[in-house]
């Protein structure tokens, strides 16, 4: 299954912080010492305190190099304190170079309100603010003693005093902007996770869809499908990366119908060699005819299996109530003319009459019983059949039944064949199969000739049976009809036989449907449920 990400919320840490930060300084204390050497303005840059200036530039870049060194390659965080004292060597380090200067009238105490800045971002409430407070009383204490030992101008304190001023504004503010920006990227990661895994629980609700979904595109692409749809549709593995509409004739077929407002759309079988039938539904995803399309794929037999439990609750209290009503006049009539057969005044054709009587008498009373087999059908139960153990078996006992030897050949296309059946079921199904298959085989080849194969389908993994007879088979314009109730082709059929083989398999999630083989010879394919997974 196609899916899309959520995108991330970038990591908001100290870490990153303290490598910016670390950058800025490392690049401060370089700018400072290139712009000493090369003479760039003498007047202000170390002009009372060179020495000290170019000394203090030098190890504060060296330091800041090696901070950086650590932060990128060895990952290394430092704890509250170790940041505390990082901070202190700054503010030191400014205060050498604002003092080598000539003050705070050089302009370079302003540089102490981006390491405050720093510690409002990086340091808890009170050491900010204790930051801030040395920072304030080193621009001021080296203002007061530049009046005390040089006789400075009073005015330096006003300059100072503001800048200290400043310096704690800065500190608070940022503390503040940073508590908010810690505050908004919480929330928002939160709602990115929140995001995240909402997307998560809807893409595995999809995913274990019972149904199909596929995401059509205007350009005939599939965008998005699930393993269901994958399943069902029995979409090869080497078409999954970049499938099309035309990859699926079936859906190509059903989508054309849908926009020709064909409705209700049929059931669909995929593939030529697989029993799957399913329903196709489709919904626009947009108002106009360019948007994508939502495709619906469902398990017919699951529909089925639904509208048998229904049919066969229905059925059951129809039988229950016209049983004994068509039984008792039936068996009036077939008494009467077995009566009047035992008289000795009767002609030929008055007999041939009589048996036509009885013989449809008994047709009657076995569709009654065929009927009443329905209602009273107990439920399935499946379990777990191995089928290489199972057929020979049922061979066996079925040729046992019949009285017929060496007419069923046995056919295993796979080792391991493991089928989820009702046994008791499967035995009736297989021997009604196998009943029609010898007979329509001896009027045409005149032997009593039927073949069982069993496999496992190598896309869906499912196991399947076929029953093979020799006889001319069943026309296309019929095939439609056999599993319907009560329709027959021959004269002393009840019809019913299919329609309990089709109602059997799908109480136990199997299907069953007609085809033919490679060679032309008439077969019913039994695709059989996983043994391990059910619909």
Known sequence: MK???????PNYSTYELLRVYTYYRTLL????LLMFQGQVAPSILGYENPDLFFYTSAIYTALNVVTLGLLWRAKFLPSVQQLFVLLLIDLLAVGLLMHASGGAQSGLGYLLLVVVAAGGMLLPGQLAVLLAALASIAVLGESISRIWLLSADYQ???????LGALLFFTAIAFQYLTKKVRTTHEEAQSQAEQAAHLQKLAQLIVERMRTGILVLNPNQHIDLFNKSAANLLAIPTTKQADLTLADLPELQ???????????PLPPVRVGADTASEVKINFAPLGEDDQSDILIFVEDNRLITQQAQQLKLASLGRLTASIAHEIRNPLGAISHASQLLAESENLESDDLHLLSIIDNHSKRVNQIIENVLQLSRRRTATPQQVDLDLWLPKFISDYSTESGQQDDIELRLLSSNIIAKFDPG???????????????????????????LEAGIEKQAQQPYIRVIDWGKGIDKQERKHVFEPFYTTSNTGSGLGLYICK?????????????RTKEGLSCFHIQLAHPDRAL
């Open 253 to 263: 077929e059903h989508l054309q119908q849908w926009r020709q407002h064909a409705s």
């Open 156 to 162: 330096i304190l006003f300059s100072s005093g503001a």
């Open 503 to 515: 109602e059997l398999c799908e109480a136990n999630q199997a299907f069953i449907h007609y085809t």
């Open 3 to 9: 899916t899309s990400t959520v995108q991330n919320i």
């Open 425 to 451: 079921q499967l035995h009736q199904v297989l021997s009604n199969l196998c009943d029609n298959g010898r007979r329509y085989s001896k009027l045409a080849i005149g032997k009593s000739r039927v073949k």
């Open 29 to 32: 204390g370089s700018l400072l």
